[in-house]
């Protein structure tokens, strides 16, 4: 796997990553068992929400991140409007010392959706206040094209509701956003299973963002290392260029000339 | 990953593998290629067609698998009745001096489906013979049941036609193939690309077995890479218990005492 | 309707039908209820279980049918072998005088799927015997056409496992049988609601038989008519010829030559 | 079924409606056929694009439509900008004597996606310049409550790309916008086929509107058939209330005091 992946890292906001799966804190049961799955999952960034205050593991999150060797990613989660979320960016950037910042800003609490009218705005602004936005978005083209247009670094379209574990419901969509898209495109939300990691990676995702999926799993360390894997999978696929689906079979060798025992 | 895997071998016909993806020849554009494609995916049982001869690549295959320590698995492609099928295991016990086969009797050449009374009939016999016998078959779990109950050691359910490319068509068929089982499955056939081995394995699927995915990809090595890193995935997320599907949104942390900043 | 499809009668064992839907009576809360339905299905064919006695409803389902003017088609349901399909069909042969049947000879109570050896075997010994068969079968393409080779007047594939609501699992193979068949094709079991009927004929399916999605849904009469007129909508769908799918958007109109304002 | 349907009338922007099924004219071969479709889709609104001159057959549409006793919906079709859109609204009101506006504001030619952001901005000033608005749309469930709150009469969420017949990619997004809706929802834009239409009712939407489905297929007078019946039955079936999806069988009938014959 090293050798087939040394030659393809991800190019991020001017930073070169080795791992494709991005992660998040939330959800963990126990500090412990999140190290554990940050170690199996391989990941290089992971997000924090600056809103947030679980008691049980956010604490030292920051600490175990810097152990780690992990860059934190501060998020704008719990931010309704684009006023709260640029004001959440600066805080954090204050706070962590870094200019990097995922731009979310939902619409209620039910389905955590996107409000992209909000977010747009609160990109633009972030953008021009010298940040790097990844911008957490819906699945709609046109929005991350937008996104792109007022300086995200990255856009990140989601596979379904946050926590759903549904996966990606619209592969159209992401088809359609990965193929215009000249900033890197990660898929962000929704992820149940190895297999929707997979996927994105086929669709052409440039990486996967996610947190339940693991950290809630019943064991998140062996689902961290499920993700790794499927990630570098998918990508290698991405990369082999698949076969074409038939509506028949076809054999996989020519059975002209059959011969009743092969020449050996 | 070694890590994870390392307690979790295949027991297939009172043997033991370290890999759960088992290769086929056909299709390979050379010897070359297909060495580095047995290279890349780690498997450690590969098919060969006793019936066919395909002049480029089937020569020195033997050979090839010889050097690369991988074990030949001789199958039946080609036959049409049960007769022809017990015909070829045994011309293949005597040349291959190996008493496993996969038993294949397809039904027709356009859909390469197989015809599951002549295919019963075969294995069943095969049995008796003292073959070890892994069976391709549709992915009907009655079949699969049948199989079993006549001493197959696996039962290999197609996901789709042989080199459609089409997925798994049925997973719910599968789950049910799965759920039931006590010897392997291992789904074969149809397989197109990394997310489809990695659903097979989340399926519950033992193994799986594919040749036209790899071998007619455009980069054949890097799609072998890509299906043993989805076989790894699938099957770690398949143990790692996955998350439930919701049809609404779950913040992954709580919101409840939200804070400005985390305590750091 | 009537218009459309005056002319396009369901030709089956060498009876013509208007009505491409056949329905079955288990599961109806009360005769009366039961009644309703079949009047709002326009069904004009209807098994009864030889081997079934629903207090409730079996007694006087007979006469219901005799008042409504919808042939009885006796099933075989609850049969688990060859000989006690045939033995139940010609009971239900002497009691009902007729010779049509559909035999039905599942494997096993939690997936009551088709034992497809044994059907085989009992529609062979049926035909033999006289009798207008029609299948009730998995969704196998080769078991279909040995049906037909068989001698059986029509196919049944399932779409799901009987009363699971799952709808078609597995287009590809519905459309796999309905290109070959040279009889009837009658989508049977596994139908939930109204487009999955639609699908059913669009597939290519002659028709449709179900019997749960309707005598279980909240309003059975409802649900009656919804399958009537997913029928048509389908079977009129396929004559019509529908549009290829697009990946990307198609103008409805020329947009070259765009004048502000339509010349009216 | 009009028994059935008879108490079940569509009401938007204060009108009643028979019919569920609104139709547009582009892509038509020819007035002629134009007109069978339209007869045989029994569609009581049918949208006319200002901005288009279709030589074959937008001339004497009006005419049609004034002649079948058909209400005609202007359409902002092949605007890209809120002002354009508001323009053109303004100019079929003149025109046409009409106060209603399907309004469309797309991003690019090539996938027709609506720019949201300039939607909601048309939507909100013909709003508030007393338009009856009827708003094509994406399928977030965030921008379809916006929608809403600015005024409009019914939200128009594609099913996938206008012309692309690829049906409805993201059921779940349409169903999160049926449960919230308070006005009607209309799915627009991606039909293919019957079964699309009937899907589109079960997911509780309260209409249907197509254009390329009927017009382009290789029979429009009968695809137009079909889709009436589908939306019928789509929507006879959400109003029965489905049974639930199982992961196994069910009989239909209770199996429990099997009896050899039935009492009759």
Chains 1, 2, 3, 4 share one sequence.
Not at 29 to 56: C, F, K, Q, Y
Not at 190 to 200: K, N, P, V
């Amino acid at each position: 796997m090293t050798h087939a992946t040394a030659d393809d890292k991800l190019q991020l906001g001017g930073e070169v990553f080795s791992s494709r799966l991005i992660t998040g804190t939330g959800g963990a049961p126990s500090l412990d068992i999140l190290e554990a799955a940050l170690v199996a999952s391989g990941t290089e960034m992971t997000t924090v929400a600056m809103r947030r205050l679980n008691p049980r593991t956010t604490g030292s999150v920051l600490d175990l991140l810097r152990k780690l060797g992990i860059r934190p990613l501060p998020n704008t989660a719990g931010c309704y409007t684009a006023g709260e979320a640029v004001l959440t960016a600066r805080l954090a950037r204050e706070a962590l010392e870094t200019d990097w910042v995922k731009v979310e800003v939902v619409a209620d609490e039910r389905t955590l959706l996107p409000d992209t009218v909000e977010l747009v705005d609160a990109a633009e602004r972030l953008v021009d206040d010298g940040f790097v936005v990844l911008a957490y978005t819906n699945d709609d083209p046109v929005v991350a094209r937008r996104l792109e247009q007022v300086g995200c670094a990255a856009v990140m379209p989601l596979g379904s509701p946050i926590g759903s574990g549904l996966g990606i419901r619209n592969p159209h969509n992401i088809r359609l956003i990965t193929e215009q898209a000249t900033v890197p495109v990660v898929l962000d939300a929704g992820i149940g299973t190895a297999s929707d990691a997979a996927l994105a990676m086929e669709l052409g995702c440039d990486a996967v963002m996610l947190a339940s999926a693991v950290t809630r799993a019943q064991e998140p360390a062996l689902m961290a290392a499920a993700m790794r894997s499927a990630v570098d999978g998918g990508r290698l696929a991405y990369r082999a260029g698949r076969i074409p689906m038939r509506h028949y079979a076809e054999a996989s060798s020519p059975t002209d000339g059959l011969a009743e025992i092969p020449a050996f």
